[in-house]
């Protein structure tokens, strides 16, 4: 099989590969009552809010072993393990992406608890970056003030578009995207019509999506909804 016969699979993190939320499950790591308070502050920029918990959990005690630990607790997405397999086994077909708001120790975390590690050629994420002092301070890299479509600074389609290319594109014969949430939109929008956008049924981006509008900005109409592994087992195998 040449390159561009490959089907290029991009997969988003938090409820998506893994069937919750990360950061929810690594802000479980304050104690209840300064949890609870954490959660409900308004904040001006999702970087400075995860900045503002890495150093409440640093004045708690706890360090990158404790956020490692809760992470290796997640699951999952249901029969996600089984259609990775499957993916795995005919790479010679099917090629693996990461492209996640989920930072680069949180999903290496997550990549090697469930021996991923050997499944993905390239994670593009936001990063992490642990110094001498385990002190953890997290950076956004798809930050913009133009996109009208996503968070206030951050853009998945640009951290996209950073990496893959026309070039890179072009040595593919479909593109899918395999996403749930508000942040996945825009690059679900960008998309061209060689692509397909798997959905998470009831989640976020399902939800938006029954919008008429919100179609409407959809290049493709490419839209399959899934619940588990098997659906989109059974997506990939009938495109």
Not at 109 to 133: G, Q
Not at 178 to 194: T, W
Not at 218 to 224: M, V
Request: hydrophobic share 35%.
């Amino acid at each position: 099989m040449t390159t561009n016969e490959k089907i290029c699979i991009i997969f988003d993190v938090d409820q998506t590969l893994l069937d919750k939320d990360s950061d929810v499950k690594q802000f479980h790591l304050l104690p209840e009552n300064e949890y609870k308070k954490f959660i409900n502050e308004e904040y001006y920029s999702w970087e400075e809010h995860v900045n503002k918990f890495y150093r409440l959990m640093k004045k708690y005690g706890k360090t990158k072993e404790d956020v490692k630990n809760k992470i290796f607790e997640m699951c999952l997405s249901p029969k996600m393990e089984k259609f990775l397999n499957y993916l795995h086994n005919n790479k010679n077909k099917y090629e693996l992406f990461i492209l996640s708001a989920a930072n680069s120790f949180i999903i290496n975390c997550v990549l090697e608890c469930h021996k991923l590690k050997d499944y993905f050629t390239f994670i593009l994420c936001n990063n992490l970056n642990i110094n001498s002092n385990n002190d953890l301070t997290f950076t956004e890299i798809g930050i913009t003030k133009n996109c009208k479509l996503c968070y206030p600074r951050g853009c998945k389609s640009k951290i996209f578009k950073s990496y893959f290319t026309d070039e890179k594109l072009n040595k593919y014969s479909k593109i899918i995207f395999i996403c749930d949430g508000k942040n996945d939109f825009c690059l679900a929008c960008s998309l061209k019509i060689n692509s397909y956008i798997f959905v998470r049924k009831n989640y976020r981006l399902d939800e938006m999506l029954k919008d008429e509008e919100n179609n409407k900005k959809l290049k493709n109409k490419n839209i399959f909804k899934w619940e588990n592994g098997d659906d989109l087992l059974s997506f990939i195998k009938n495109i």
